[in-house]
């Protein structure tokens, strides 16, 4: 609808010899009653024509000839605001366009099929998943469905740090714990890992290989053997995990490639060659400050040893070699500060300034009896995505973890996520999906009809004129504005868009359900209410599937 809207005023700009401005922008108006798009075509005209926004507004409006299928009329608002409102028939021919092709209903070309990498969750594999994993995963899958549906290729992937000291801190961790079997007395060593886990692993392996694991002569001899047992089975662990939160990826990337396959050498060599790298105190430096960093940062530190920095920038530029056109990132708040120097390595390397884009989300905070919980394992506080998905399931557990924008703290209602009433969001949204199959379980169940006649391409053939009330029109409104929401979700990579819409095209629905008879005498209008049913039936699910949530038929 915004590309069609767009192409009128750039036909009508061209009848009256102006010049196409070079940000012309057409938007759905906060408020309604200002019609049902808003353009600042008369503002960005002002210069070049040097006219007054209102006047070139006034002449614009006045020189709109009437169109079919598109717009009913156009208004003048502020300083010089064109507003549009569009012909009842759009709305209607919308929901038919929805019924006779719902596959392709929220999909769009705005990707044009290019390739996009969204890398997400890539929890180093030293723990299981808690609650922040859960929003990232939640973030990063989501992301990925809508980029998908706005036309891109995409590639969901998991970057392992499997590499450097804290998988070597991480095999210490699990040999003492195997020890403490064996001897109590074992100490541990200073900032291990100290999680329960652990332990368990460490059982595990006694009771399938018994006590012999370490030489009591040479115990660093076994580290090899802990360090790659602990993070296979961390690995295995957080794979579990998210499987029952319903993400999968398409690949899974060791960092240990990067130094196996020569990787990092050829990366700080690449930014070598562009003159982006010094010397000084011993250390090898980025001038990361040129490229819009706040300092310069440490590449290869004075022992020679490379800063976790250097493998991230060789980990892009392979990602970047591998021919994908975009990269997305889904970050921790505390990578706040890591994302202008990601950016300037990327400026460096000479690729194109929007080809890395970073989500950075915030914490969130479970609150239970209206009081923060405060995580404990030995309390069996939920620390752990797979008991939060436990205790309310990962519909539930996703949608509260979307339904807020990324960059904002997100406190997680467990009494709310618990409740199966209006009061839980994904409940009221899935609800919609399932009172309108109702209607039709209904429908059928009274046999007067077949099965065929509530598919959706038969639907389509309805009399849409017959939807007349106020409340109707509302919801063909909701049904034809969902396919350009969705896009524009996608273009900003905001999930949580497609959420809130999800729960205004309920509440419409669900007010209208009580005040219509959906299944009445007047056999056409009972059709043009069955259409509408399904449409809304069809978008809620659809919506509900970009977000990774199922749509039960019945609750």
Known sequence: MEERLRARILERLDELGWPAPGELAVERPRDPAHGDWSSNVALALAKPLRRAPRAIAEELARAWQPEPGLVDSVEVAGPGFVNFRLRPDVYASALRKLLLDPDAYLRSDAGRGSSVIVEFVSSNPTGPLHIGHGRNAALGDAVASLLEAAGWSVTREYYFNDAGNQMETLGRSLQARYSQLLD???????????????????????????????DASDPAASLPFFQARAAAVMVESIRADLEVFG?????????????????????????????????????VWFRSSAYGDSDDRVLVKSSGHPTYFLPDVAY?????????????????????????RMQAAMAALGYEPDWLHCIVYQAVTLLEGGEAVKLSTRKARFVTLRELVQEVGAAVARYFL???????????????ARAQSDENPVYYVQYAHARSQSVFTRLLAAGAHDARDTEPGRLAGANLER???????????????FPDLV?????????????????RLAKE?????????????DVELMRARLALARGVQIAVRRGLGLLGISAPEAM
């Open 247 to 283: 993400v999968r990826f398409d690949s899974w990337f060791n960092e240990s490639c990067l130094y196996q396959e020569g990787l990092v050498e050829r990366a700080l060599e690449r930014l070598r060659d562009r003159g982006a790298v010094y010397e000084s105190q011993g250390a």
């Open 509 to 521: 629905f669900h007010i209208w359900y009580h005040e219509v008879r959906i299944l009445g005498e």
């Open 467 to 481: 939807l007349i009330l106020p409340r109707e029109g509302d919801l063909l409104k909701l049904l034809a504005e």
């Open 487 to 503: 896009r524009e979700a996608a273009v900003a990579r905001e999930p949580h868009r497609v959420a809130g819409f999800l729960e």
């Open 316 to 340: 892009h530029m392979d990602k970047h070699e591998r021919g994908f056109a975009r990269a997305v990132n889904v970050w921790g708040a505390d990578h706040h500060g890591y994302v202008p």
């Open 402 to 416: 979307l339904m807020r924008r990324a960059d904002t703290h997100l406190n997680f209602d467990l009494d709310v």
């Open 184 to 214: 109590p007395s074992t100490s541990f060593p200073e900032g291990g890992y100290e999680g329960e886990y652990l332990v368990r692993i460490a059982e595990e392996l006694r009771a399938e290989l018994g006590d012999g694991l370490i």
